[in-house]
């Protein structure tokens, strides 16, 4: 079955606590991407990526970093997590880069206490 | 950057009736409009896009209108059922290297009225 998917799908965690929300895709899709979504704020984009070893800066990127080294996997990380940083988390993949519909994981809601 | 607009940000409508949300989208190099369905705790599903060559696109219940000279576009949903209840997201996209994000609007919560 062709699929996105996250794990974990709850997170709870402390202050500046390294964490990883790891993303993966059986599509083989160019185009991976994470946003936030926030309420009254929609999905924000985070990080995308245009292809393995491509990594480019979304519209809220501070905080998190993200890693490209083959092409199903693209994972998110937050080096210093802190309480702003609540919020649920999806990670979305598509054909190529865009004009394409994307494929959404089934989402990680964080909790940063 | 991009910048998108969606209204209205809650929506409800009877049963059987149409339903419109709008957006607006502020970069006239955009040509991609994609709109997505989020129901209650899952991930959101596109349900119909369009391209900027293309005026107006339908399926079944769905339709996407564009305009490009005024820079929106809508979903129209017609005859409306309860399981339409649900977060609209419209979104907008240039493609074209080095601009390779899709900015997405804040949502429409449609509620469907039995």
Redesign the interface.
Same mark, same amino acid.
């Given at each position: 079955e062709a699929q996105v998917t996250q794990n974990p799908r709850y997170l709870i965690t402390v202050t500046g606590k390294k964490l990883t929300v790891t993303c993966s895709q059986n599509m083989n899709h160019e185009y991976m991407s994470w946003y936030r979504q926030d309420p009254g704020l929609g999905l924000r984009q985070i990080y995308y990526s245009m292809n393995v070893e491509v990594t480019d800066k979304g519209d809220v990127p501070e905080g998190y970093k993200v890693s490209r080294k083959e092409k199903r996997n693209f994972p998110l990380i937050l080096e210093s997590p802190s309480p702003n940083q609540t919020s649920l988390y999806f990670c979305a993949s598509s054909l190529r880069a865009l004009n394409y519909g994307y494929t959404f994981g089934s989402g990680t809601r964080l909790t940063v206490v | $950057?991009e910048n998108v607009e %969606?209204h209205p940000?809650t929506l409800s409508v009877q049963e059987g009736d149409s339903a419109v949300i709008k957006c607006t989208y502020s970069d006239s190099a955009s040509? #991609?409009f994609?709109w #997505?369905k989020q129901e209650l705790g899952? =991930?959101? %599903?596109?349900i119909i896009?369009i =391209?900027s060559n293309v005026g107006e696109k339908k399926d079944q219940r769905i339709a996407v209108t564009l305009n490009k000279t005024a820079k929106h576009f809508s979903l129209h949903i017609t005859e409306t059922q309860p399981e339409d209840s649900a977060v609209y *997201?419209c979104a907008a996209?240039?493609?074209s290297f080095g601009n390779?994000?899709?900015? *997405? $609007?804040? $949502?429409t919560r449609l509620t469907i009225i039995p």
């Open positions: - | $950057g %969606q940000s040509n #991609y994609p #997505y899952k =991930r959101p %599903q596109l896009d =391209r *997201f996209s240039i493609d390779e994000k899709l900015t *997405f $609007g804040t $949502g």
